[in-house]
Nanobody, 121 residues
């Protein structure tokens, strides 16, 4: 059974930092692009960042320069979030797919259960 399990969410003040982790299991993700989406209350789920199997990364414009995605092995991905703002408050979901998940309308094959990030002003 494939599972993506996120951790590292929490509550911080504006300007703070958090590091999210996603551990995937149940299959090998060496050929998969892994990444992060987020969903704020009353808003649609949106792309945040992704990293391909060969290490190439893509970021949403709203997080560029503040967030960094990395991959320690084929099944673990991280999201370092610095300079957090109240508008970053959302449930963050880990996702994985063999195809590009950064394109509009992408529907990744695998999803985690989400982790809450709350940034207070």
């Amino acid at each position: 059974q494939v599972q993506l399990v996120e951790s590292g969410g929490g509550m911080v003040h504006t300007g703070g930092a958090l590091r999210l982790s996603c551990a995937a299991s149940g299959r090998t993700f060496s050929d998969y692009t892994m990444g992060w989406f987020r969903e704020a209350p009353g808003k649609e789920r949106e792309f945040v960042a992704c990293i391909t199997s060969d290490g190439g990364s893509t970021y949403a414009f709203s997080v560029r320069g503040r967030f960094t995605i990395s991959r320690s092995n084929e099944n673990t991905v991280y999201l370092q979030m610095n300079g957090l703002k109240p508008e970053d408050t959302a449930v963050y979901y880990c996702a994985a797919d063999l195809v590009n998940i950064a394109i509009p309308g992408a529907r990744p094959e695998y999803w985690g259960q989400g982790t809450q990030v709350t940034v207070s002003s």
